[in-house]
């Protein structure tokens, strides 16, 4: 029997994800196309690998038996490829970022710069750096508190101060008291950033009115702040223009950086890590 690598990492990928939908959305391909892999290595081995139900795809016996042996195939061949890439020098470490302007990211890839041979940023929402992990398509992620679910892990890097975005005009004396602001919230998208809109609803809670405004820059929130027609809790190295002002929050709350990697990571990734986890 002979499988390639994309057949075996579509296995693996489907059971670490639990469903064709996340799997199909890691890989970067349709679902169809997709299941016909799945299928395809069924029939190799004779053997259906998943119990398809209606809420994902869990393993038989047979999927449990042949999981060790095909993550070791995919292990190996990862090995080989870094084997080469040490000969070469050409294999640049990927990092999944929601935005490299922010402060700590911008942190995180100058220390890299300096620690690794070569980089590739990527810029992914958050659920899709989950998934580009799992995938392979990136070797690390920073970002908040990821949707992990199986395969991955997680090391805290630094905790940054939160402010309040607001416009200049507006009188708002600190530390602001959140519950007394009566402008629109802006907040990004939940499938954007859901560690950030978590966040950000904990600390503004239930009742005070969102901003209908839905945008993945910063760029866009501080435009609606300017115009007087809402506020935004941000980051608070996050620049803003002439016209808003970044306010201290009561209580001066934080948010956590982590640095995101599998489980199973190469050591080259596990010292670029090290290396954020001492800089930062």
């Known amino acids: 029997m002979e499988f390639d690598s994309d057949v075996l990492r579509t296995f693996v990928t489907v059971h670490e994800t639990g469903t064709t939908a996340a799997a199909a959305r890691a890989l970067f391909v349709s679902q169809p196309a ?60 990927r990092i999944a970022v929601v935005d490299d302007s922010l402060a700590v990211p911008a942190r995180a890839i100058d220390a890299l710069s300096d620690a690794v ?35 991955l892990r997680r090391v805290e890097l630094v905790r940054e101060a939160l402010a309040l975005a607001v416009p ?13 602001v009566d402008l629109p919230h802006y907040l990004p998208r939940d499938d954007f950033a859901p560690s950030w809109v978590a966040r950000v609803r904990e600390l503004i809670g239930p009742a005070p009115t969102i901003a209908p405004l839905r945008a993945d820059s910063t760029a866009a929130p ?49 010292a670029a890590l090290t290396v954020l986890a001492n800089r930062q």
Do not use: N
Not at 61 to 90: K, M
Not at 130 to 149: K, N, P, T
Not at 168 to 180: C, F, M, N, T
Not at 225 to 239: D, H, I, K, N, Q
């Open 117 to 151: 041979p070569s980089i590739e940023v990527v810029r992914l929402a958050e659920p899709a750096q989950a998934d580009a992990l799992r995938s392979h398509a990136v070797d690390l992620a920073l970002a908040g508190r990821l949707d992990q679910g199986r395969g």
């Open 34 to 93: 997709l299941s016909a892999r799945i299928r395809r290595l069924e029939r190799a081995v004779g053997a259906d690998l998943f119990v398809r139900e209606p809420h994902g795809m869990t393993l038989t016996a047979a999927g449990r038996a042949f999981l060790p042996h095909a993550r070791a195939a995919l292990g190996s061949l990862r090995e080989g490829a870094l084997a080469v890439a040490a000969t070469t020098g050409d294999l640049p470490l």
């Open 168 to 180: 200049a005009s507006a009188g708002i004396a600190e530390p602001v008291d959140l519950a007394a």
């Open 222 to 270: 501080m435009r609606l702040v300017e115009s007087g027609r809402g506020v935004a809790v941000s980051l608070a190295s996050t620049p803003v223009p002439a016209g808003v002002a970044m306010l201290a929050l009561r209580g001066d709350p934080a948010y956590e950086w982590f640095g995101h990697v599998r489980d199973q990571t190469e050591a080259r990734v596990q």
